[in-house]
């Protein structure tokens, strides 16, 4: 879910708040659920994020599940 919300951040321009609304509607989830899950890990995400910029060359929108 940090993921999601993390490159719908950064492709759509969103705020955390917007980014975290949309993932809740896809996951059936409360925005403060994604929120915390979020919380949890948005470092490691970004972190990864990076490395996915610096070997491919861009950051991949979002893929949602199922």
Do not use: Q
């Not at 490159?7 to 705020?15: A, I, S």
């Not at 917007?18 to 809740?24: D, K």
């Amino acid at each position: 879910m940090a993921d999601c919300v993390e490159r719908l951040r950064y492709h759509e321009k969103l705020t955390l708040e917007s980014a975290t609304e949309v993932v809740a509607e896809r996951f059936s989830m409360t925005p403060d659920s994604v929120k915390l899950a979020w919380k949890e890990n948005h470092k490691e995400v970004k972190r990864i994020h990076a490395l996915e910029k610096e070997c491919f060359g861009r950051v991949d929108d979002v893929v949602w599940p199922g």
